[in-house]
């Protein structure tokens, strides 16, 4: 089984932070990596597909890059309304999602 | 509009089995490749399976392949799964999800409210 291993498990950030993520696979899983937004009461949200292709409507602060094991999501100016759980989640090899990040306000 | 709506969460006793279900409407259902997701409480997403469009192709996690059945009915537009020898680690919120895709790379990008299934005596 492949393992994707995301850090931090939380941060404390401010409206206007540029937030850093990371996503680590243990082993090389290419570009098949994508990053959902959980908020608390709510289904999961597809973000960004296959690492670094934007979703349909989701905003340009949002970006995901890396590839092979090393995989980075970065929300370039914190909205509040961005407070949420953030997953990776491999499809190389079957599927498997990272444990999350938590963004949490300052 | 897609919709995706689970359904038969509830209670359920260790041991027992128990059906859910995902209507599926707004899109054409025996296009897609569909997913079983569920989160136990406080806990993250652990993916369950996923099935093809004619039922010819249906993986699990490795884990869960010998309590769990995916299945669909194309001419319902519904998608099931039926669990076995429920214990106590299978309380979660169950989600069905579509596979979207742009041929050649398929993601989750639709997804049902869930359906909550707390195994208890």
């Given at each position: 089984d492949i393992v994707m291993t995301q850090s931090p498990t939380s941060m404390s950030i401010s409206v206007g932070d540029r937030v850093t993520m990371n996503c680590k696979a243990s082993q090389n899983v290419g570009s098949n990596i994508d990053w959902y937004q959980q908020k608390t009461g709510q289904s999961p949200k597809l973000l960004?597909?296959?690492?670094?292709n934007r979703y349909?409507?989701?905003?340009?602060?949002f970006t995901g890059s890396g590839s092979g094991t090393d995989f980075t999501f970065t929300i370039s100016n914190m909205q509040a309304e961005d407070l949420a759980v953030y997953y990776c989640m491999q499809s190389n090899s079957y599927l498997t999602f990272g444990s999350g990040t938590k963004l949490e306000i300052k | 509009e897609v919709k995706l709506v689970e359904s038969g969460g509830g209670l359920v006793q260790p041991g027992r089995s128990l059906k859910l279900s995902c209507a599926a409407s707004g899109?054409?259902?025996?296009?897609y490749w569909m997913g079983w997701v569920r989160q136990a409480p406080g806990k993250g997403l652990e993916w369950i399976g996923e099935i093809n469009q004619d039922s010819s192709t249906i993986n699990y996690t490795p884990s869960l392949k010998d309590k769990f059945t995916i299945s669909r009915d194309n001419a319902q537009n519904t998608l099931y799964l039926q669990m076995s020898?429920?214990?106590?680690?299978?309380?979660a919120i169950y989600y069905c999800a579509r596979r979207g895709t742009t041929r050649v790379y398929w993601y989750f990008d639709f997804w049902g409210p869930g359906t909550m299934v707390t195994v208890s005596s």
């Open positions: 960004i597909y296959k690492a670094s349909t409507g989701v905003p340009d602060r | 899109f054409s259902f025996n296009d020898k429920l214990g106590s680690e299978d309380t």
